[in-house]
């Protein structure tokens, strides 16, 4: 089986800020003219937003947050640590299984450190 050419990243200031290069087409290409991709980002920014509003509206977790600091910690080191995960290794991010366990994580602790942080804020 014949394996894909790679997209090559280029610098994307001379055109749009999502164009990648592609070499198989010859040009630049917009990776969010792609409904797929599209839609996995809305659904990753609503789990986001509905992890927040649980920190945020039920009291009984906004309580227990603003006395408890060790979430937020625990939630920023795991945050941090998938970034550098991601960003280090290559393989990592391009693997089936480990990339959506890893964005997975990633997006959960995005969520609780945001939620830990806006429900120090009065509405």
Known sequence: MKQPEPIIIVNAAKSDPEAVYSPTESSYINLFDDKKIRHDFISKLI????IMCLFIFVEEVNT????????????????FF????????????????????????????????LGTVSAFYDI
């Open 64 to 79: 227990y947050v603003r006395n408890n600091t060790t979430i937020f910690w625990v939630a920023f080191g795991l945050t």
């Open 82 to 113: 998938c970034l550098i995960a991601l960003i280090c290794f290559g393989n990592l991010r391009r693997k089936f299984p480990l990339n959506y366990i890893f964005l997975g994580i990633f997006t959960i602790c995005e969520g609780i450190l």
């Open 47 to 50: 789990v986001t937003l509905g």
